[in-house]
């Protein structure tokens, strides 16, 4: 290791209390789900607010709308995070004790698996109530960045999903086993701040851009053309640092160091990669129908 950074001393909780003999403390993650979605909530109120940028300067979403929705959606990525968890990364640990899938509290959700609850519920609600799906996929993609960013940093300051080793002068001695675990160096090692990065790409860089699209070229008159750039944007970011992202642990062996999901002879995709990788292609054709379907618009 030629250089690192000490890991900086912040608690995982901002303060508790003791009532009654019960502890009650708020942790930052749960404060960036909750500034996050404030955030967000804000921003698509404030693109609604604004006719001119919709199709038919006609928002699809009135203000009761997006409050309803915010509890489908909320319920979709706490269900959808916590069964992708279960489904993509621990199947056969949680098939020998089926009731540890429930202890939410222990940790383990996964974004792809909180993406397919947040399009499931946005999808019922959308044909429930006769609203334009495309649109609202939209304005669901732009309310995300912010708690992407906000997200990752609790997951850094939470000293977890740490990146892979590194003698890169920014590399981090993270607390507990992730300094002792690496292979080939001797002492204390340095990893990845794989978390920032994410932060930096899926929420910092991504949100700036959907703002631009939005703000100043448009982009929600074009139902579906906001939602694929944040697919393809999410996808790439999300490929990009698994490079430098540590693996889950049941992953990794002596034949599959990397921790390749998938391999044939030392090349292979990760969990991460794999799961992105519809999401690009997926981005991709939904521009290019977003585009198909405003270029046949009567003028």
């Known amino acids: 290791m030629l250089a690192a950074i000490p890991f900086p001393d912040i608690s995982p909780e901002i303060f508790s209390i003791s009532i009654g003999g019960f502890d009650f403390a708020l942790r930052w993650y749960a404060m960036a789900y909750i500034v996050g979605i404030i955030i967000g909530v804000t921003l698509v109120i404030r693109a609604t607010k604004q006719p001119a940028l919709w199709p038919n300067n006609t928002p699809p979403l009135t203000r ?11 319920l979709g990525v706490i269900l959808g995070g916590r069964l992708g968890y279960v489904i993509f990364y ?3 640990e949680y098939l020998q004790d089926p009731l540890a899938i429930f202890m939410v509290w222990e940790g383990g959700m996964a974004f792809h698996g909180g ?13 429930r109530y006769d609203i334009p799906k495309l649109s609202v996929g939209d304005a ?32 981090v001695i993270f607390p507990g ?25 899926e929420g910092l860089i991504l949100g700036a851009v959907l703002i631009y699209l939005v703000w100043r070229r448009g982009a929600l008159r074009t139902p579906g053309l906001v939602g694929g750039v944040f697919l393809i944007g999410y996808g790439l970011a999300r490929f990009m640092v698994e490079f430098v992202r540590q693996p889950d642990a049941q992953f990794v062996s002596e034949i599959n160091p990397i921790g390749f999901y998938v391999h044939i ?6 969990a991460g990669q794999l799961l992105s990788l ?22």
């Not at 709308?65 to 959606?73: A, G, P, S, V």
């Not at 397919?116 to 044909?127: E, H, M, P, Q």
């Not at 086993?177 to 790409?201: F, K, T």
């Open 64 to 74: 009761q709308q997006i409050d309803d929705l915010l509890m489908w959606l909320v």
């Open 90 to 92: 621990k199947p056969m």
């Open 115 to 127: 993406f397919l609850g947040v399009i499931l519920a946005a999808y019922i609600y959308c044909r």
């Open 140 to 171: 669901i993609a732009l309310a995300t960045p912010p708690g992407l960013l906000l997200g990752r940093i609790a997951n850094f300051i939470n000293a977890e999903l740490w990146g892979r080793p590194t003698d890169l002068p920014w590399g």
């Open 177 to 201: 086993r992730a300094a002792q675990n690496c292979p080939d160096i001797v002492g204390l090692c340095a990893r990845h701040p794989s978390q920032l990065y994410e932060a930096l790409l």
């Open 265 to 270: 002879q030392g090349y292979g995709l990760t």
């Open 278 to 299: 519809p999401m690009i292609i997926f981005g991709i054709i939904l521009i290019q129908y977003a585009r198909r379907t405003r270029q046949h618009e009567p003028a």
